[in-house]
Structure formats: structure tokens, C-alpha cells
């Protein structure tokens, strides 16, 4: 870790971060702005308010994302073939520097994917499966995420990879797959222990390159570091751990450990889940879980003390089945899982890049679970993105244009600016004014250097 980040914080915190929870207080407000749905047999009109769109931790938007995302992969991307989940987790160090650092994460990015795409060409070899003359070749989607079960910071790979091999006898023929039988511990091993040796050359590569933080984000790095390790940023009870509920351990059996499953070095690799190839609902549920957002409201909860709970997915060893937070560390855990702009947390590697001259033979075809639009004097054209009620119902279950008399409503009207928006709410009696927010306030007990 570079020594900038456990130096003081700064003055504040990134416009970046800044923007992503004024977004997140106006998402959906009807004060900020509606679309205008009519049902042209009942002549009714519903309001549907706009979103913020946000990467961070917006339950609704990311979860809209998620399933915009699964639906992409799924339709457009993952072929009709086996595929398997590799999950690398990192040291605890390394999830900080790669979370400010793009370039190391990308470097570290890289370097799992080219260990299991070796991994993969490994096994092949010892199946004597004929290479052809581009060798052996095989995909992977790859997604980040920045957060835990417990919405601390950390930063992970869960890959989506073609669980087998493509070859090419001659650079015009069509690309041949190759099914390979499920990876046995000693293949997650091996490919672990070189996936923590490339990545021990990369560190010790940029040594020398560490950089000093812009002052704008010296406040968000302590917050990141103080994520990771579970603690509290700022206050009186700085770096003391967040307090938990308990519930006495249960005598229960021993569980077996998870097959697939390799550790070393802080480092550790999961390859226990896969789906067949005909299995396309099921992939694109585990698509879902790789891109899922990193809060659920359901997990959500309020005290008599005013306290938020937070339910853990699966109680910890010592019994641990919620984390408290006050509303100063709930927005600590927040400002630091927010990403920075312009970087990729979906990327393709190998045959799945959008360079690969595999990509053509490899991918479902453009028809393939899209539906296809039929123009007055033209040919069939292909829609690949999905319509915004389509993705609402494949989303969260509803059809926003369906209309409680059993007819089609259509979008007629999208009110953008706030004060014809007030003036329509105010009209129809509905309320006009957005919630009123507390004004911002420098952090409790802060050092600043």
C-alpha cells in the first residue's frame, strides 16, 4: 500500500463520488422529472419516475444493470456450451492498491485470465487434442466487484469461462470446440500458484511507480482503508471495529470444504460452479450473481435505537448475523465502493473480445433470443439492447405498459425539467417538492493534513 493512503485525509471527497449520492437522493423522485404513460382505452395516465443510473450501490439501478447485463451475455455473448465460474479473491493489501490503482487491477485482471486460459490449454494437451494452427483458444467474461457481504471493500474477479478449447485447422475454416472434463484440485492449484507468481512479478515490477493520490482523494482512501479492514474511518471511535449482533454458535456438523477450492498467500481460487450447455436459464441466473449490486434493501433494517442493521447472507463463524452501522459509517462503507468513471467492471478476453478473429463462430448468432423488428420497407433489423419496458419486466416482473384493463399504454411525454415537473405534480395533487436534505458537513474528528 502505498504510503499516501494511511497518510491524513484531505479536504473532501472527489466530485465523482460527490455526484453518484446527489444522483442516488433524486432517483426516483417525480420531482426531478417522469415519463408519461397513457392507456389510449381507459385514458388513464401513470407517472414513472427516472432513475439515477448509478454504479455504486443504487439497489434499483444496479439491479436493473444486473439483469440488462445477465440478458446481454446470455443472448448475445456466451455460446451454447459449458461454462464455468473461477472466482480469484486477493491479500488484503492488494484489494487496496487495486482499488485506486486501474492500472494494477487491469495488470491483475490479465494475469488470472491468461492462468486459466493456460490452465485450460493444459488440460487439452494431456486429453493430445490437436492444437491446429492457431493453437488452443478459449473465452471468458470477466466482472468486477468491489464489495463484500458485509459492504466493506473489496475487490474481486468472478469469471465466467468456456469450459473447453477452440481450434482452427486453417485460418478459413470454422472454429472447432472441444468440451473438457471438470478440472480436478490439482489443476486449481497449479493454476493458482501461477497466478500468484505473475502477480508477484507485477508488484515487484512497479515498485518504484507508486504515485502520490490526487488531494481530492486522500479523504476516500482512508475511507477505503478503513473499509477493508472492517472499521470505522472517521469519529471519536476511529479505527475501532464495527459493533454486531450474535447469535451463540450452534452445535453442528463438520461440513466438508468446498470442492475446487484452492488458498495461498492471502490469495484464493474457487472453480466449483458450472453450468451444462442447455442449460441457458440457469446461466443466466449465475450471470446475475456475478453482476449483482452490492446492497439489497430486504437485508436492510432499523433498530429502536435508530441503528441500521445489516443481515449478513450467511451468519460468520463466531456467530456474527448483522452489522451495525450508524448513518456516518453506512456512508463511509458507500463513498468507498463507488468506481471510478471510465473504468470497465465487464470485460472479454480471448475468443469473446470483440478483436478475436474466433468471435464470429463462437457467439450465438444476432437472431438468437432477441426478437426481431420487421420495418415497413426494409429488411428484418436486430435490436441487441433490450427496450426499457422489456428490461422492466424482465427486471422486476412488471409491465409498465400493460394497463389494468388489460390494454397497451404507450409512452407519450418525458418531462425533463424540474419546474414543468412540480407544476404537472402540483396540478394532479400529488407531491411536488422533492425531500428536503440535511446540508453537508465536514466529517466528525478528522485529521487533516
Same mark, same amino acid.
Given at each position: 500500500?502505498? +504510503? ?19 444522483? $442516488? ?6 420531482? !426531478?422529472?417522469?415519463?408519461?404513460? &397513457? ?31 445477465? =440478458? ?41 485470465? =491468461? ?6 490449454? /493444459? ?6 487434442? #490437436? ?14 466487484? /468491489? ?8 475487490? *474481486?474477479? &468472478? ?11 486453417? #485460418? ?5 470446440? &472441444? ?9 486449481? @492449484? ?5 497466478? $500468484? ?10 515498485? !518504484? ?46 461440513? =466438508? ?12 481460487? !474457487? ?10 436459464? /440457469?446461466?443466466? *441466473?449465475?450471470?446475475? $450473481? ?23 447472507? +450467511?451468519? &460468520?463463524?463466531?456467530?456474527?448475523? *448483522? ?20 473504468? !470497465?467492471?465487464?470485460?472479454? +478476453? ?25 420495418? =415497413? ?12 419496458? @422489456? ?30 415537473? /412540480?407544476?404537472?405534480?402540483? *396540478? ?22
Amino acid at each position: 500500500m502505498p +504510503h499516501e493512503l494511511s497518510a491524513g485525509a484531505g479536504p473532501g471527497l472527489p466530485p465523482f463520488v460527490k455526484r453518484e449520492l446527489r444522483r $442516488y437522493l433524486e432517483c426516483g423522485v417525480l420531482a !426531478h422529472g417522469f415519463a408519461r404513460v &397513457h392507456c389510449p382505452a381507459c385514458r388513464r395516465d401513470s407517472l414513472v419516475a427516472f432513475s439515477c443510473k448509478g454504479r455504486g450501490f443504487c439497489p434499483s439501478c444496479c439491479g436493473r444493470r444486473m439483469c440488462a447485463t445477465a =440478458a446481454h451475455l446470455v443472448d448475445h455473448v456466451l455460446p451454447e456450451a459449458p461454462i464455468r465460474q473461477w472466482v480469484l479473491t486477493l491479500p488484503f493489501p492488494l484489494r487496496l492498491r487495486c482499488a485506486f490503482d486501474r492500472e494494477l487491477c487491469a495488470a491483475v485482471r490479465r494475469s488470472f485470465v =491468461a492462468s486459466v486460459f493456460a490452465c485450460l490449454a /493444459r488440460r487439452a494437451r494431456t486429453l493430445s487434442i #490437436p492444437p491446429g494452427a492457431k493453437g488452443f483458444r478459449s473465452g471468458a467474461v470477466n466482472v468486477i466487484q /468491489r464489495y463484500g457481504g458485509a459492504l466493506n471493500l473489496n475487490v *474481486h474477479f &468472478h469469471a465466467l469461462f468456456i469450459d473447453g478449447v477452440y481450434t482452427r485447422d486453417d #485460418p478459413l475454416a470454422t472454429a472447432r470446440f &472441444h468440451e473438457l472434463p471438470p478440472p480436478s484440485q490439482a489443476d486449481v @492449484e497449479w493454476t493458482l500458484a501461477r497466478v $500468484y507468481a505473475r502477480i508477484q512479478r507485477l508488484i515487484e515490477s512497479r515498485l !518504484h511507480d507508486e504515485a502520490s493520490l490526487p488531494e481530492d482523494e486522500t479523504l476516500l482512501a482512508r475511507l477505503a482503508d478503513a473499509s477493508v479492514r472492517g472499521r470505522q474511518a472517521t469519529g471519536a471511535d476511529r479505527d475501532e471495529p464495527l459493533a454486531g449482533l450474535f447469535t451463540p454458535p450452534t452445535a453442528s456438523r463438520p461440513t =466438508a470444504p468446498p470442492s475446487l477450492l484452492a488458498r495461498g498467500a492471502g490469495f484464493s481460487l !474457487h472453480a466449483g460452479v458450472a453450468v451444462e450447455a442447455d442449460r441457458r436459464g /440457469r446461466l443466466e *441466473h449465475l450471470c446475475r $450473481y456475478v453482476t449483482r449490486p452490492p446492497l439489497a434493501t430486504e437485508r436492510l433494517s432499523l433498530d429502536e435505537q435508530g441503528r441500521i442493521l445489516l443481515r449478513l447472507r +450467511h451468519p &460468520h463463524a463466531d456467530g456474527r448475523t *448483522h452489522v451495525v452501522f450508524t448513518p456516518r459509517t453506512l456512508l463511509e462503507r458507500l463513498c468507498a465502493l463507488i468506481p471510478r468513471p471510465r473504468s !470497465h467492471q465487464v470485460t472479454y +478476453h480471448g475468443v469473446l473480445a470483440s478483436a478475436s478473429t474466433f468471435r464470429d463462430d463462437v457467439v450465438p448468432s444476432p437472431t438468437h433470443g432477441v426478437r426481431a423488428r420487421a420495418g =415497413a420497407a426494409r429488411a428484418l433489423s436486430i435490436d441487441r439492447r433490450l427496450r426499457w419496458a @422489456e428490461l422492466m419486466k424482465r427486471t422486476f416482473d412488471l409491465d409498465l405498459l400493460r394497463c389494468e384493463c388489460g390494454a397497451r399504454r404507450e409512452v407519450i411525454a418525458c418531462i425533463l425539467e424540474p419546474a414543468v415537473a /412540480r407544476t404537472i405534480l402540483r *396540478h394532479l395533487g400529488l407531491p411536488h417538492e422533492p425531500p428536503a436534505s440535511s446540508p453537508s458537513r465536514a466529517p466528525p474528528v478528522l485529521e487533516f493534513a
